[in-house]
């Protein structure tokens, strides 16, 4: 299964255009802090990147 994560995030998504990281990202750069961009890994890369949680929003 196909996931999406973040560099700083602790947890993946199942679409890269998730709330949880868009809003974050929107904010960072209105703040002028670097946005890193969003990944596409299998879920097992997730899990061994310490990511395994699901998004309470969209995770499955």
Do not use: L, N, W
């Not at 196909?2 to 868009?22: A, E, L, M, N, W």
């Not at 890193?36 to 061994?48: D, G, I």
Request: net charge positive; glycine share 12%.
């Amino acid at each position: 299964m196909t996931v999406y994560i973040t560099k700083r995030g602790d947890r993946f998504h199942s679409r890269p255009d998730c709330g949880s990281i868009v809003g974050p990202q929107r904010t960072a750069v209105t703040r002028g802090y670097q946005v890193y961009p969003v990944e596409e890994v299998s879920r097992a890369e997730a899990e061994s990147r310490g990511k395994g949680t699901p998004c309470p929003q969209c995770g499955r």
